[in-house]
């Protein structure tokens, strides 16, 4: 009975480069959310998906971040043309229905160089 | 819009000591409440919930209880063990009609190190 699973669990790059964050949700869960911790932040809400479909944008950076939830396979956050200030760590959660629970995977910790 | 404060940290406490950790809110509409902990180099686990006025959320003997007329959802536990340490995150999720209940709104978390 698996939880949300999100790889890696840590990734480095250097400015400039790409990152590519991949979650798997809960088996059943079709609804899936990404948030972002800043140090010493609360975790703030990015975007929330369906499959194949984005719900809910409003907290995404309007430029190179972007989030995609396929028919098949994990929902993946990409981050282009990394920067200093992105390093934090990026946690995926999902949920059976919109409204429930949200249950966490471990997060990917992701440093900028 | 939604917000959270919860009282900042760190804590530090000695095993079987009464911990309380206060949380606050502001929100629109009837939200859930709910509080996360986070074990170091892990993700958030939920640790209890509850969805209306008056309603307690329980669990590993930790409690919180929902009250609408101070705004506020202080987690307590009777007697802590070390294994409690951990970040402590309090939470909302929004519920009015037409708005988006799937957003939780997070405090900034609460250090809490038990020592033996």
């Known amino acids: 009975n698996a939880g949300v699973m999100q790889n890696p669990r840590h990734l480095v790059r250097r400015r400039g480069q790409e990152a590519r964050l991949r979650c798997s949700p809960m088996?059943?869960?079709?609804?899936v959310y990404w948030y972002r911790q800043l140090p010493e932040e609360g975790l703030k809400f990015m975007v929330y998906?369906?499959?194949?479909?984005?719900?809910?944008e409003s907290g995404m950076p309007k430029e190179r971040f972007s989030a995609e939830f396929p028919k098949e396979g994990p929902s993946i956050l990409r981050i282009q043309q990394v920067v200093r200030g992105d390093s934090a760590a990026y946690f995926c959660?999902?949920?059976?229905?919109?409204?429930?629970?949200?249950?966490f995977g471990p997060g990917t910790r992701l440093l900028v160089l | 819009g939604n917000s959270v404060t919860q009282m900042e940290g760190p804590v530090t406490l000695s095993e079987e000591a009464f911990l309380t950790i206060n949380c606050t809110y502001t929100?629109?509409?009837?939200?859930?409440l709910f509080w996360y902990v986070q074990y170091p180099g892990e993700g958030l686990q939920l640790l209890l919930k509850?969805?209306?006025?008056?309603d307690k959320g329980s669990n590993k003997g930790f409690e919180a209880t929902y009250r609408k007329e101070t705004t506020s959802f202080h987690l307590e536990k009777g007697s802590v063990q070390v294994s409690d340490s951990a970040v402590y995150f309090c939470?909302?999720?929004?519920?009015?009609?037409?708005?988006?209940?799937?957003?939780?709104?997070f405090g900034k978390g609460t250090l809490l190190t038990v020592n033996p």
């Open positions: 509850a969805t209306k006025a008056d």
């Open positions: 929100a629109t509409g009837y939200p859930s």
């Open positions: 998906l369906q499959k194949e479909n984005i719900i809910d």
């Open positions: 939470a909302l999720s929004g519920r009015n009609s037409g708005g988006s209940n799937y957003k939780l709104t």
């Open positions: 959660a999902s949920s059976d229905s919109v409204g429930e629970t949200q249950y």
């Open positions: 088996k059943g869960h079709s609804h």
